[in-house]
């Protein structure tokens, strides 16, 4: 079918499909590009404005002046072509620019949510390395040793006794300003993996972040008293 054939079945209101749309608006600009000459480029509106147009800067009451010299001038026609094929790759790195850059944000959003969810996870569960630690009477502690530090929102703690310690039960606390209890429990000491340890659970959430005394107590012994820091 030839262009003025195209035209002709588009002005009598012939449907097509998309793709017969596009067949024609690709035979006519073809026919744009070559059917009117215009070497002296009479009445041309220059690059500037072409450009303008062909990159929706130029609002369209202004640019309206110019589309029936666009359609009767192959040169502007062609230049104006050039500049919005330039304009819609523009466009389109602009696009996949912006989309990169929502990918980045959101998978770094992602890890961050991810880390902060697993942290708690891995500060649950606390260890107390008693080992090497000396064995203070009542409520006396070693003042060269630093603290035992665990985290307020522990909720599994295990304590690895001091060299020489016995299996059986243990009571055990933590005591604040004034000997105050903000946590007590009872558990059974074993050999695990050739270390005497015991494990409870506990709830720290009345704490605050401070200085604390962590005591043991060997049923039918006296209390052991060691510095803890609550983070």
């Known amino acids: 079918m030839r262009r003025d054939s195209y035209r002709e079945a588009a002005l009598n209101g012939k449907t097509y499909s998309r793709r017969d749309e596009r067949r024609i608006l690709d035979v006519l600009g073809r026919g744009l590009l070559k059917d009117f000459p215009n070497p002296d ?78 942290e708690p996870l891995v500060a649950q569960t606390a260890v107390l390395d008693l080992r090497n630690r000396s064995i203070p009477r009542g409520t006396e502690t070693n003042p060269t040793e630093q603290p035992l530090e665990i ?36 558990g059974k000491a074993s050999m695990q993996q050739g270390i005497m340890s015991l494990a409870v659970d506990m709830n720290l ?18 209390w052991s008293s060691y510095p803890l820091r609550v983070r």
């Open 205 to 222: 959430s009345p704490a605050s972040p401070g200085l604390y005394l962590f005591q043991l107590q060997k049923a039918g012994s006296g």
């Open 151 to 186: 985290a307020r929102n522990v909720a599994h703690l295990k304590i690895y006794l001091p060299l020489g310690s016995s299996d059986g039960d243990y009571a055990i606390r933590i005591s604040g300003p004034e000997e105050k209890t903000v946590f007590a429990t009872n």
């Open 41 to 118: 480029r009479v009445g041309c509106p220059g690059a500037e404005i072409l450009k303008k147009i062909a990159s929706h800067e130029m609002p369209l009451s202004e640019s309206e002046k110019w589309l029936d010299h666009l359609g009767s001038c192959s040169p502007c026609y062609s230049d104006f072509s050039a500049f919005r094929a330039a304009y819609q790759r523009y466009r389109t790195r602009s696009v996949l620019a912006i989309a990169a850059s929502i990918l980045i944000v959101a998978l770094l959003a992602g890890w961050a949510l991810f880390f902060r969810e697993k």
